[in-house]
């Protein structure tokens, strides 16, 4: 979820909003930040169950966008994944969280294979199941979990932030106007770089792990959401969509708002393989 970044990522470019609308946004942005912090701050559980509705909402909007369809069958399975792998993988089973993710590949392929977007609902695991799976595993390490979710979090924001002040600020050529007409190249890499910052605030306040190390570890991380972010833009521009819902007010739907996080959790998970067994510690300490 992105609280600062107020500009969203549709498909075309959009006129500048009014006081009204800009403060509908920033309503609409603070409140989804509430949530997200006090989901991952009070409990596994409450992080388990936003999760959940997360991914639900995200296989809807999927569903929405490549078969024009909804909450189908197809959005049914990849929700019923996405429920189950966040428990499963909260209760230390990854063995049946793989079950249910082979499950909903194996269903989404023979529900949606008569359509011509096959290979785009097989897509939709990578933003329903797959994040639900790294965010709760990530939470799940009891000693640096809260850490490590907070940390995604302030990356991603700040990636979100940066890049659209960057933009804005300093301008310049555009990154790819055929996907995202407003994203610039001078957004790209103040975006970023911008979240090393985050890195060093992070060592600091741990104490034991090495600054450099986690910056550039927050860079690999802002990058994966920048990826995220286009990748969303360019799925939307492939089916004409300007966004994937109309869900929450002055920002359009839920994966408009939490793209480029979605794809940066996975790659947070991946780094955090250094230790299986301390996720949260394989992601931050150095």
């Known amino acids: ?122 897509l939709g695991i990578a933003y329903s199941v797959l994040p639900a799976w790294s965010m709760v595993w990530l939470r799940s390490d009891q000693t640096l979990g809260v850490t490590a979710l907070l940390y995604l979090l302030a990356v991603a924001w700040t990636t979100d932030t940066a890049s659209y002040a960057g933009g804005r600020l300093i301008g310049g050529p555009k990154l790819a106007p055929q996907i995202s007409p407003r994203k610039t190249w001078s957004g790209l890499l103040v975006g970023t770089f911008a979240p090393a910052l985050i890195g060093f605030a992070f060592a600091w306040f741990l104490g034991e792990t090495s600054g450099w190390r986690l910056a550039l570890v927050s860079v690999a991380i802002a990058a994966a959401c920048q990826i995220g972010d286009l990748s969303e833009s360019a799925a939307k521009r492939r089916f004409g969509a300007k966004d994937m819902s109309n869900l929450i007010p002055g920002h359009g739907g839920l994966l408009d708002r939490i793209d480029g996080l979605l794809i940066a959790a996975i790659a947070a998970a991946l780094i955090a393989l250094r230790d299986p067994a301390n996720p949260g510690r394989g992601l931050l300490i150095w």
């Open 1 to 122: 979820m992105t609280p600062l970044d107020v500009t969203p990522s549709g498909a075309e470019p959009r006129a500048q909003p009014d006081k009204s609308e800009m403060t509908t946004r920033l309503t609409s942005a603070v409140v989804m930040a509430v949530l997200a912090l006090g989901s991952v701050v009070v409990s596994i559980w409450t992080f388990v169950a936003l999760a959940i509705a997360s991914g639900v909402i995200v296989s809807w909007e999927w569903g929405r966008l490549v078969r024009k369809a909804g909450f189908d069958a197809i959005a049914m399975m990849q929700s019923a994944a996405v429920a189950a792998v966040a428990v499963t993988v909260a209760v230390s089973r990854p063995g049946l969280a793989l079950i249910a993710t082979a499950l909903a590949l194996a269903g989404t392929g023979l529900a949606a294979a008569s359509f011509p977007t096959l290979g785009w609902s097989l």
